[in-house]
């Protein structure tokens, strides 16, 4: 079973590209490789930026289900709990 979670990432001192987001399956969160999917710097930050109206959001989620059905590609680019680029240390 594929199980997609799609959940809120800080800013990562690029606040005005936010709010963001970032997409994690089976526990590893995913990229995509796809042209229009994601930028070059999304893809390095791993979050989806300038999450910003319904219509982002909409998207966002389709990759989603996409991605739980098996329609689209993603990358895994590392473990939820390993990634400590993207989640500021407590």
Do not use: H, Y
Request: proline share 2%; net charge negative; charged share 30%.
């Amino acid at each position: 079973e594929i199980v997609v979670d799609i959940e809120e990432s800080f800013c990562m001192n690029q606040c005005k590209r936010g709010p963001n987001a970032r997409m994690i399956r089976n526990g590893q969160v995913v990229i995509f490789d796809e042209e229009n999917v994601m930028n070059e710097t999304e893809k390095r930050r791993k979050t989806f930026q300038s999450v910003r109206n319904d219509g982002c959001v909409e998207r966002i989620w389709g990759l989603g289900m996409d991605l739980a059905k098996g329609n689209i590609m993603g990358i895994d680019s590392g473990s939820v709990e390993t990634l400590s680029d993207i989640m500021p240390q407590m």
